[in-house]
């Protein structure tokens, strides 16, 4: 019982842990967080990156640990798997509409062609235009890719569809 | 079941050539001919280095070496990735010929490890190749267009792909352990791949004009540019890890 509670307890801290790339979602809302094991006062948390080479990791990892420890829980183990796979496939409307609420176009479902999705029109998070090109499929960060709106003649960053 | 051995050398090979060809893509940082191409390169070597840290974590339990060990203590000698991601960056010709002939390679070999019977190795190649995808997409539309865009461009990258082809073939190079691997069903063995990858690599090259006729068929009558995967590295390696290494071998054990 106590076991079960302290699971939820660590989610719920978790939720509070902001993507320190995109602030308005949590690591939970990006799926990042694979296993919480709760094992008497400490626990045993598992991640995965979204992309292999993303260098938020290490801060994510150690915002984690933080999190957790100050909450009582100990030991505190945060491991990284970093052979799972991950896909934009898995975010939620919810978490696509606060990547919309900070000017982030959020990704769109993939299919197994990759140029046939990053073909498809992308709406400005500013305007609401449909009038955007693709400048670039990478970006300022692993997951964003560079747009331009030819209708308010802002650039704007979409999330990188995985 | 296989010993370790042949696996440990397996994913130090798949581990090095990416950390070398990451490092060479990122001295683009800052460099490269338009700003689009700066940002591209600099994306794709940070994936490379992720992907690099992918099979050097991958390698940890059966070595008890840290990613960072792997990447920042060993000397030259020690690494198993082809001469061909050692060579400098050359000019940007050369580098988007490097980059595509390595893209094709990674996608062939990534494939074949999908049905690999180790689930972490089946598991951390369908990761990649998920963001593999953007770099072949980059890579081949460049050779596309630079191949047939003027004169100038033509000519640069069919001297790019007369200097790189040869050393290209060392991507293919047999490993020590290949017999045991190819047994053990982890892959199909290197010059099964060399053909899968002539097979994908010819039709674009044709159809961006460059030519080909001199890279002969599928048993290239050219040399290959063999050696590193036994540790027979050319000085380029020993250059490249200076830097790579420089700022971690200064403060060993510094965290950050």
Sequence with gaps: MIASRNAERVWE???????PEIPVVSLVDLRIVTGVEVTGDGVHVTLRPTFSGCPALHHMREEVERVLRADGFDPVRVTVDHTKSWSTDELDEPTKDRMRSIGLAPPPRRTKDLEADLAVPVQCPQCGSMSTRLDSAFGSTLCRQLYLCTACRQSFDRFKPL | MI??????????????DE????????????????LEEDIAFSNIAQDEIGHGLVW???????????????????????FRCCRFVTYPRGDFAYTVMRQYLYDE?????????????????????????QEE???????KGLVLRLGSATEESHGRMAKALADAFPQALGMFEPLNSEGQLIEAGIFP??????????????????????????????????????????????????QALSDLQSVYQSEKGASW
């Excluded at chain 2, 950390?19 to 338009?34: F, K, M, N, V």
């Excluded at chain 2, 974590?57 to 990613?67: D, V």
């Excluded at chain 2, 180790?118 to 990649?128: L, N, W």
């Design chain 1, 13 to 19: 801290l978790l939720r509070t842990i902001p993507d």
């Design chain 2, 3 to 16: 010993s370790n051995a042949p696996l440990v050398e397996f994913l130090t090979a798949l581990a090095d």
């Design chain 2, 19 to 34: 950390l070398l060809i990451g490092h060479r893509d990122a001295e683009w940082t800052g460099y490269a001919p338009i």
């Design chain 2, 56 to 78: 050097y974590s991958l390698l940890e339990p059966m070595t008890g070496k840290t990613p960072d060990q792997m990447g920042f203590e060993r000397p030259s000698a020690d």
């Design chain 2, 105 to 129: 390679a990674e996608q062939v070999r990534l494939e074949s490890l999908v049905a690999c019977p180790s689930t972490p190795v089946r598991d951390a190649a369908a990761k990649i190749l």
């Design chain 2, 133 to 139: 995808a953007y770099h072949l997409l980059h890579s």
């Design chain 2, 189 to 238: 063995g290197n010059a099964s791949l060399r053909v899968r990858w002539m097979d994908r690599i010819l039709p674009v090259l044709r159809q961006a004009t460059i030519p080909v006729e001199s890279l002969g068929s599928h048993d290239a009558t050219m040399k290959p540019d063999l050696g590193g995967r036994r540790g027979d590295h050319l000085p380029h390696l020993a």
